[in-house]
């Protein structure tokens, strides 16, 4: 069975400062892995995709996610926070080729201090 | 860009009520989904489209149904509207090639509340 734990579900970072959202996923086949954000009041917005092409995700907004296969894991990084970077983070696992059934992760809240 | 509309930005409806949110998208999409969200739990999917007419339940259908009748239209109905399904309810959509490929695209939300 398919999960995703984010474990953070709140980070504060300075602004100027990285940004590191950490994702661990289960799967039982070739998973494809999503980051979606949510800025207040608005739907999910897709931040970036991995689907078994190059391990190092480049998305929008400067944010990047590597695929580590031995750790299981999609953490999403960026080199320098912005205060419009301030939002809802969402990590979501899927397996290939299904309809449907993407789970999502319950969220890590992003603060960013001027 | 794709587009995903939610007739309703808030709603406010009483128990027992017989309660429409409907959803609409401008790109052909094959597939359709209903989602609520609510604090500490993330997203949760209530029933997804493959295709006009077809529906399958997700993992909180209870208390909801569903409505296709054209392919840019997804409806989500609550039978007798309950205080527990007081949420944020978000409306996808995505192409029909398998959902581990194609990325969702999401409406902004209905905010329901039931007094």
């Known amino acids: 069975a398919q999960s995703v734990t984010q474990l953070d579900s709140h980070v504060s970072v300075s602004e100027g400062t990285p940004v590191l959202l950490r994702c661990?996923?289960?799967?039982?086949?070739?998973?494809?892995?999503?980051?979606?954000?949510?800025?207040?009041?608005?739907?999910?917005?897709?931040?970036l995709k991995y689907t078994s092409a190059a391990?190092?995700?480049?998305?929008?907004?400067?944010?990047?996610?590597?695929?580590?296969?031995?750790?299981?894991?999609?953490?999403?990084?960026?080199?320098?926070?912005?205060?419009?970077?301030?939002?809802?983070?969402?990590?979501?696992?899927?397996?290939?080729?299904?309809?449907?059934?993407?789970i999502f992760g319950k969220g890590t809240k992003l603060s960013v201090k001027p | 860009d794709v587009k995903v509309t939610q007739s309703s930005r808030y709603l406010v409806k009483r128990t027992g009520e017989k309660v429409f949110l409907e959803c609409v998208q401008d790109m052909d999409h094959e597939n359709m989904f209903w989602y609520r969200q609510d604090p500490g739990l993330g997203l949760r999917l209530i029933y997804f489209s493959y295709d006009v007419k077809m529906k399958e339940k997700g993992d909180i259908p209870e208390g909801y149904s569903v409505s296709r009748?054209?392919?840019?239209?997804?409806?989500?109905?609550?039978?007798?509207?309950?205080?527990?399904?007081?949420?944020?309810?978000?409306?996808?959509?995505?192409?029909?090639?398998?959902?581990?490929?194609?990325?969702?695209?999401?409406?902004?939300?209905?905010?329901?509340t039931v007094t």
């Open chain 1, 55 to 102: 391990t190092l995700v480049k998305g929008i907004n400067g944010f990047e996610a590597e695929f580590k296969k031995s750790e299981t894991s999609f953490h999403l990084t960026k080199p320098s926070a912005h205060m419009s970077d301030a939002a809802e983070y969402f990590c979501v696992v899927s397996d290939a080729g299904s309809q449907g059934n993407l």
């Open chain 1, 24 to 47: 661990n996923y289960s799967s039982s086949y070739s998973p494809s892995l999503f980051w979606y954000v949510q800025h207040p009041n608005k739907g999910l917005q897709l931040l």
């Open chain 2, 69 to 112: 009748e054209k392919k840019e239209r997804f409806s989500l109905i609550l039978e007798s509207a309950s205080t527990n399904q007081t949420s944020m309810y978000l409306c996808a959509s995505s192409l029909g090639t398998g959902a581990g490929n194609s990325p969702l695209h999401f409406g902004n939300g209905t905010r329901l």
